[in-house]
């Protein structure tokens, strides 16, 4: 299922780690991340609701008082913020902190350190590309991350296919094709210009922080599941919410993109997720087409083996057929400034009879800007409800909330 929901692509993370073997990855990340991080735990107390106001209809917890192995390792607050800290772009830099972390950036790639980025391709334009990537993940409209996100892993997942297919293990073509569909928004930005582009993104957003909320059916019974597979025979849910919150320059408004013209966003939008929804199905069919291979030379014509390979096959085109089914919905909603739900639902093509949903929604009150993200298993019905209760608590917060 995680390979199922969209994620920021993993192969990004090679530009911004926090720290290398030997200490600081690049100079300038630590000090910008520790600073980030400060500022993200107080903005925390300031805008995110007390989780007693969100247990109407269950029981909602911290990602510290998730039961193991759901709980990613995190035992405390301590814990989740520094999970936070490898994996949150820095926000409220100034010009030159932005400067400094994409020179810092350029020479570690340039380094004994940047072989395989090298070997992808990336030289110091394609470099600033990625922090633009990375700050507009951060700091744009979620119209915009959840786009960019399809779009390059759609191209991963079709280059990773057509390896798998001719069995070999994905590797630079694969990640040359995800860098391309990455960079195409940024085909007519020479590096100068792409410079520019990176800086004024990362210095955007003044504020910025998340908070992870989760829920489950049956706290009690998903302490006992071990598998993607108990999730379906025990009838079990668990979903979480990442809200995020994020406090743009009020003078620079207007730099975020408001969504106007739905149903073509939701047409771009449906044709990204479906190329990335098909890599996948396409590397699963191969796999169980090797599968199949494997047991009919191994049944030595006995009936049975064979009827069970047959039975292999046909239930694995129905959990294909189901997968390529999942769509994607967007809905415009009446809060703050500009407002909209983005819905996909299906069934997973790794865990047969596990749904696959991602909810996502997004308001703009003035300069404040939120993120909400649903993941897991949530069953549609308490998506739906829980989304209305998220979208209204975060609305009666930011609707006047002026600190930056």
Known sequence: MR???????????????????????????????????????????????????????????????VPPPFDKGIKSADAYWAHYAQQAFPTGMTAADATKLLDGLIG?????????????????????????????????ALSRKVEDEYTAAGAMMAAAAKANAGGERPGPDAQRAAFAAMFAPYRHLDAAK?????????????????????????????????????????RIWLGVVNVTVMLVDPARVAE?????????????????????VNGLVQMNKTQVDREVENMLRNANGNP????????????????????????????????GANSYVIRMTGMSPDTPGLTASVYSGWIRNGPACV?????????????LKEMDHFLSEMDAKTASFGGL
């Not at 210095?203 to 049956?218: E, H, P």
């Not at 997968?323 to 994607?328: G, P, R, V, W």
């Not at 993120?371 to 998506?383: H, T, Y």
Request: proline share 4%.
């Open 108 to 140: 570690m790639m340039a380094g004994e350190g940047g072989d395989d980025a090298r070997a992808a391709g990336i030289g110091p334009r394609e470099a600033t590309l990625i922090l633009l990537g990375h700050a507009r993940g951060q700091s744009g």
């Open 256 to 276: 975020i993109e408001d969504l106007t013209d739905v149903p073509a966003f939701e047409a771009r939008l449906n044709t990204a997720f479906k190329g990335m």
């Open 371 to 383: 993120r909400i993200e649903f993941g897991g298993n949530f069953p549609e019905d308490v998506m």
């Open 3 to 65: 390979r199922y929901l969209p994620i920021a692509l993993a192969l990004l993370s090679l530009a911004l780690p926090a720290r290398g073997r030997d200490g600081p990855a690049f100079p300038g990340m630590e000090e910008l991340q520790a600073k980030h991080v400060a500022d993200a735990k107080a903005l925390a107390k300031e805008v995110f609701p007390p989780i007693e106001r969100l247990n109407k209809h269950g029981v909602w917890k911290l990602a510290w008082e």
């Open 304 to 335: 049975e083996a064979v009827r069970a390979a047959e039975e292999r096959k046909a239930k694995a085109a129905k959990e294909h057929a189901a997968a390529e089914k999942a769509t994607i919905k967007v809905i415009k909603r009446e809060f």
């Open 194 to 234: 792409a410079r520019d582009a990176y800086l004024k993104q990362a210095t955007l957003v003044k504020r910025s922080s998340t908070m992870a909320y989760y829920r489950a059916n049956d706290w009690a019974q998903l302490a006992t599941a071990r598998s993607e597979r108990d999730f379906v025979d025990k």
